[in-house]
Nanobody, 120 residues
Framework: QEPVVESGGGLVQLGGSLRLSCVAS????????MGWYRQAPGKERELVVE???????KYADSVKGRFSISRDNAKNTAYLHMNSLKPEDTAVYYC??????????????WGQGTQVTVAS
């Protein structure tokens, strides 16, 4: 089983909404620092939102007021709530989790990504 798995992507119309899920397993916890990123065709991967273990968030300017992140620690699942979607939000969305390793630096673990396509 992959330690980080995203789901919830799909095709949505302009102005629509989607909720992406990121399920962590094994010794990975979404309560640690984690984030959502996206990569559009021909572009570099970019930050969508990061959240620290303490709950502090950092959103990309392009999604502020439209996207929000939440976590359900009991389910070890993080969510990306996306509203008022635009065609420029079309991308593969990735979840990044942090694996805490005793005596070693924290390690980033990425999911395989989920495609979001916004039709105009």
């Amino acid at each position: 089983q992959e330690p980080v798995v995203e789901s919830g992507g799909g095709l949505v119309q302009l102005g629509g909404s989607l909720r992406l899920s990121c399920v962590a397993s094994g010794r990975i916890s979404v309560s640690n620092s984690m984030g959502w990123y996206r990569q559009a065709p021909g572009k570099e991967r970019e930050l969508v939102v990061e959240v620290t273990s303490g709950g502090a968030t950092k959103y990309a300017d392009s999604v502020k007021g439209r996207f929000s992140i939440s976590r359900d620690n009991a389910k070890n699942t993080a969510y990306l709530h996306m509203n008022s979607l635009k065609p420029e939000d079309t991308a593969v969305y990735y979840c990044r989790c942090t694996k805490i390793q005793l005596g070693r630096p924290p390690r980033d673990l990425w999911g395989q990504g989920t495609q979001v396509t916004v039709a105009s």
